[in-house]
């Protein structure tokens, strides 16, 4: 975001973190400098702080993200109506159809997978819960931002952009408001190979109140997989109808 006054010290603690979180092992102050281009002392200092608020673990002289951040992600996530509601019927929803399925909220102008449960194949896409993710590259994030009116979509759209994921991504706001109608118009969205090459995704908007998040549910998988019938028919109806299970729960 422009305009906003930041705080250099929290920022630089949140770089370091996120390091962290993206390593796969354990790092060393200087390695953690280096990336992060901050001296030695300062890194120190902040490693120093996030160990004592037990976000940071130190092993051998090096540092790991500790796992005192899942129990920030679950409370907040506990906190989504939405989530409590959908996610025994997004768990079915993986189980019938053997894909991936996923519950995504909209934060900030971008979509975020707040609940993913996985079928029997071992296929995975290229994001995790809690990944922020543009809305107009996944099904979800379309299905969303259908939902939405336009004055929030265009301020979504300044804000955010169209840029391109891959050379399937919609880039053209006319084309974007388009596709919008059409998801409007039949109440489900896809992303053809938008997002990520080789993948393919379905989604549907949940209807929630005013002062909540816009939500949607979808399936993706290889697109060698969900093709023809199987995509157009089997999975769409899959996933309306578990959309419609959770907005049934929510009205209870």
């Given at each position: 975001?422009?305009?906003?006054t930041?705080?250099?010290a929290?920022?630089?603690?949140f770089?370091i973190?996120?390091?962290l979180v993206?390593?796969?092992?354990?790092?060393?102050?200087?390695?953690?400098?280096?990336d992060?281009?901050?001296?030695?002392?300062v890194v120190?200092?902040?490693l120093?702080t996030?160990?004592?608020?037990?976000?940071?673990?130190?092993?051998d002289?090096?540092?790991?993200a500790?796992?005192g951040l899942?129990?920030l992600?679950?409370?907040v996530?506990?906190?989504?109506?939405?989530?409590a509601a959908?996610?025994?019927?997004?768990?079915?929803?993986?189980r019938?159809?053997?894909?991936?399925?996923?519950?995504?909220?909209e934060?900030?102008?971008?979509?975020?997978?707040?609940?993913?449960?996985?079928g029997?194949?071992?296929w995975e896409?290229?994001?995790?819960?809690?990944?922020?993710?543009?809305?107009?590259?996944t099904a979800?994030?379309?299905?969303?931002l259908?939902?939405l009116?336009r004055e929030?979509?265009d301020?979504i759209?300044?804000?955010r952009?169209?840029?391109?994921?891959t050379?399937?991504?919609?880039t053209?706001?006319?084309?974007?408001?388009?596709?919008l109608?059409?998801?409007?118009?039949?109440?489900?969205s896809?992303?053809?190979?938008?997002?990520?090459?080789?993948?393919?995704?379905?989604?549907?908007?949940i209807a929630?109140?005013?002062?909540?998040?816009?939500?949607?549910?979808?399936?993706?998988g290889?697109?060698?997989?969900?093709?023809?019938?199987?995509?157009?028919?089997d999975?769409?109806?899959?996933?309306?109808?578990?959309?419609?299970?959770?907005?049934?729960?929510?009205?209870?």
């Amino acid at each position: 975001m422009t305009g906003t006054t930041t705080v250099d010290a929290t920022m630089n603690s949140f770089r370091i973190l996120e390091r962290l979180v993206a390593s796969d092992e354990a790092l060393g102050v200087t390695e953690l400098a280096a990336d992060v281009g901050l001296s030695k002392g300062v890194v120190h200092t902040h490693l120093n702080t996030l160990s004592e608020l037990g976000y940071v673990t130190k092993r051998d002289r090096k540092y790991l993200a500790s796992m005192g951040l899942l129990a920030l992600g679950e409370e907040v996530r506990s906190h989504l109506g939405v989530f409590a509601a959908a996610r025994q019927h997004v768990d079915n929803l993986a189980r019938v159809t053997g894909e991936v399925s996923t519950l995504f909220v909209e934060e900030d102008g971008v979509g975020i997978c707040a609940y993913m449960a996985h079928g029997p194949n071992d296929w995975e896409p290229a994001y995790a819960c809690g990944t922020r993710i543009p809305l107009h590259i996944t099904a979800p994030g379309k299905a969303m931002l259908a939902s939405l009116g336009r004055e929030r979509v265009d301020d979504i759209l300044d804000e955010r952009g169209l840029d391109a994921q891959t050379a399937e991504t919609i880039t053209d706001r006319n084309v974007l408001r388009g596709e919008l109608r059409t998801i409007r118009e039949n109440g489900i969205s896809f992303c053809r190979e938008e997002q990520s090459a080789g993948v393919i995704g379905v989604g549907t908007s949940i209807a929630l109140t005013e002062r909540a998040p816009a939500a949607a549910i979808g399936v993706c998988g290889p697109a060698s997989r969900l093709t023809g019938r199987y995509l157009e028919e089997d999975i769409t109806g899959q996933v309306i109808s578990t959309a419609k299970s959770i907005q049934v729960e929510l009205t209870r």
